[in-house]
């Protein structure tokens, strides 16, 4: 079974800095794309930052500059480094992996993330 558990979210003032991790089941060479998305509430999830297998980097307009998306082959995880996070920022973040032998795409649990004074 597939399943990515994501960590390292909570509660952080603006300016301040978090990392999400996201660990896998499998080797993180069974996935060809992974990336995060957020949902803030009354909003659409919408997606934060996504990378290739092959190292290919891509984010969203508001977050860039601020997050990175990294991966740690060794321990079967990508991560995101939120830095100089705004109240905006404030949502459910969720990790997704997309499996190299069926396509589908699977979701973590979430984690919370918020941003505020």
């Known amino acids: 079974q597939v399943q990515p558990v994501e960590s390292g979210g909570g509660l952080v003032q603006p300016g301040g800095s978090l990392t999400l991790s996201c660990t896998a089941s499998r080797s993180i060479f069974s996935f060809t794309v992974m990336g995060w998305y957020r949902q803030a509430p009354g909003k659409e999830r919408e997606l934060v930052a996504r990378?290739?297998?092959?190292?290919?980097?891509n984010y969203v307009d508001s977050v860039k500059g601020r997050f990175t998306i990294g991966s740690d082959n060794a321990k079967n995880a990508v991560y995101l480094q939120m830095n100089s996070l705004k109240p905006e920022d404030t949502a459910v973040y969720y990790c997704?992996?997309?499996?190299?032998?069926?396509?589908?795409?699977?979701w973590g649990q979430g984690t919370q993330v918020t941003v505020s004074s």
């Open positions: 990378i290739t297998s092959g190292g290919s980097a």
């Open positions: 997704t992996m997309r499996y190299v032998e069926d396509g589908l795409d699977y």
